[in-house]
């Protein structure tokens, strides 16, 4: 979580205490149930929210055990680390154009608190961990739709 709306998808504590509210209040009862279910994930501690001021940062995430050693071992006691959107993403792979096949693992540069799962948009052409040809192939298609956020990838190094 941000301590501060960085972009306007960044999630706060308060953005995501209101969105567990209002989940958790629908008249949709797959909604409510969902909500409720996060809530006690939350207060039994199987979820966890990390604020941190790393992550409003220019640092990338190869640079979290120097810069945020705190941040970093907190990571590293989770059993699983989901992180999502296109800049935590670009972070992730230090914002560089890899070779779209370039396995994450190789990509992060080291940044390895654990299992690891990373959502994003594309956005950008930072993307990392394709088949070899995808990228090309839709490139080739529609450049401007590749990086419009048309497109996504599920990044893990598992």
Known sequence: MKSIPWFVSDVTTNDMDFI???????????????????ESRFTYKTFSRTQHPFWTTCHPFADMSRVAPDLYQDLARSDFVFLKGDLNYRKLVGDRQWDHVTELRAAVEGFNPGPLCALRTIKSDSIVGCKKGVVERLLKEDKDKLFCGAYAVISSNL
């Open 20 to 38: 567990i509210r209002t989940l958790s209040g629908s008249p949709e009862e797959l909604l409510a149930d969902l909500g409720r279910l996060w």
